[in-house]
């Protein structure tokens, strides 16, 4: 009978074994994905329209895929970010994770979804370094446990007078603050987070690269059960062979161009003395529209540099640069009355914007509708058959955009509707805008980069006040 009891309770033993859930089946089971990430502007934060970040978009589209709601844990530093995975408290971190040797020993990625180099940073009135060995008479800092720190471990084997200040009470935003406010001379960053925000801190310059192109991928824990893995891997060929892994990078990096320190420090500057003028004009506007007063205002500056009395050679004016013939049909009377310019702006805007069609969400149809608004609706169309005729998507901005430049060349207009037109002025007038628009943003909404109180990781402790959006342009921020 002993023996009896002792196989059936093996064998019980064993089912439960086979039927345990699987990493996937629990999350299912539960009906929530966690995901812990951390503040920046490439990965994740709270904007007046809830929360964005290519991290989070990534992660709530496989939330959505998996039937589960998503749950977002903001850690305040990449130590903490870790430990929340080693201990459980989140199913996968998505944070710009950079892949090394030294990670993948201690967490499984993901299939990488984008690629990054290290550079090292300085402020433009300060000595270019021209080597790894003259960093030995500057002060560095870096993100304690993060991909930056890791290397200049790797870099002090080979050039043993390199010596760096390691932070958990900062971001990666405030040390690019910190160095465009000459508190520190040099920080090592992604390509990508420099890219966004040499435009907040146009000071800032790239001495070199640190390294070659390097993977970021999602991290989860290292166990034995690969179902969750396998589910990730099998989002991202899905998103990447469907285009929307491209429309993503292209929503959050399309606008970034060759960087223009004169236009953006004159944009500054005109933020400050300019903008402060016309902006309840811009607001009144938007209400009447329901359009964003900020994008109006990014409008604005592309057509006039808020000079209500500009004229350009083709006879549009004011400040939104209306014809005579828009003006007319809108009832504006004076071109160059500020009020009647942006009212008579705002409502042309809104009617091109209802012409796109509604299955193109945001922030697609805005990108369309600005090019509409340029260069006008019937040669946008135009673009758009061109782009689905050479086996792009009419519906998406990224391959929209590199079809614009065909309506002056001979060949492709000829097979358009509405003729040539000057197809490379609306990209550069949407990309422009979409530049001067993420600026105003960050300006009017200083605190955007704070993560939300009740997102914080369990049991981690508070960081510091993040400096990075208090600081950006804070003579910008003080006129509104």
């Known amino acids: 009978m002993m023996a009896i009891l002792a196989m059936a309770l093996l064998l019980l033993a064993w089912q439960g074994y086979l039927t345990r859930p699987t990493l996937l089946q629990q999350i299912r089971r539960n009906g929530e994905l966690v995901v812990v990430t951390r503040v920046s502007p490439t990965t994740y934060y709270e904007a007046k329209s809830g929360p964005t970040g290519l991290e989070y978009d990534l992660t709530k589209l496989f939330a959505d895929q998996l039937g589960v709601k998503l749950r977002v844990v903001v850690a305040p530093n990449i130590g903490d970010l870790f430990e929340a995975l080693a201990t459980g408290r989140a199913d996968i971190a998505a944070a710009g994770l950079t892949v090394t040797a030294e990670r993948k020993r201690r967490f499984r990625f993901s299939k990488p979804y984008m690629t990054v180099k290290e550079q090292l940073i300085y402020r433009s009135d300060h000595a270019r370094p021209k080597d790894v060995d003259s960093l030995s008479n500057g002060s560095i800092e870096v993100l304690a446990d993060s991909a930056q720190d890791n290397l200049l471990r790797r870099l002090k084997k080979t050039y043993p007078r390199l010596h760096w200040q390691r932070t958990t009470k900062r971001s990666g935003e405030d040390l690019l603050y910190r160095v465009w406010n000459r ?30 192109p390097e993977n970021l991928a999602w991290a989860l824990p290292r166990t034995g059960d690969n179902s969750l893995l396998r589910a990730v891997n099998g989002f991202f060929d899905r998103i990447e062979a469907n285009g929307t892994l491209k429309r993503l990078k292209e929503k959050y990096y399309g606008h970034i161009k060759d960087f223009d320190y004169v236009g953006t420090k004159v944009f500054l500057r005109d933020v400050t003395q300019k903008l402060p003028k016309y902006r309840k004009y811009f607001v009144g506007a938007a209400k009447a529209t329901g359009l964003d007063w900020r994008l109006l205002a990014a409008m604005s500056y592309q057509e006039s540099h808020w000079d209500p009395k500009a004229v350009s050679p083709t006879g549009v004016r004011g400040l939104m640069m209306l014809t005579q013939d828009t003006a007319h049909h809108l009832g504006v009377d004076n071109r160059l009355n500020p009020e009647q310019s942006i009212t008579g702006g705002a409502e042309y805007f809104k009617h091109v914007r209802q012409r796109i069609p509604d299955a193109i969400k945001e922030p697609i149809r805005t990108w369309l509708a600005l090019a509409a608004y340029n ?69 009017t909404e200083p605190n955007m980069m704070q993560p939300p109180p009740s997102q914080a990781a369990s049991g981690a402790p508070k960081a510091a006040p993040h400096d990075g959006g208090v600081n950006i342009s804070t003579e910008a921020q003080s006129a509104f």
């Open 183 to 212: 508190e520190i001379d040099y920080t090592v960053a992604d390509s990508d987070e420099m890219a966004l925000d040499q435009s907040f801190y146009p000071e800032l310059k790239v001495a070199f690269n640190l390294s070659g």
């Open 375 to 443: 260069i006008g609706y019937g040669h946008l169309e135009d673009a758009r058959i061109l782009t689905k005729k050479r086996g792009g998507n009419p519906d998406t901005w990224s391959d929209v955009k590199k079809n614009l430049p065909l309506l002056s060349q001979r060949h492709w207009y000829r097979q358009t509707a509405h003729g040539y037109a000057r197809g490379w002025e609306p990209v550069r007038y949407v990309e422009n805008i979409r530049s001067y628009y993420n600026l105003l943003k960050r300006i």
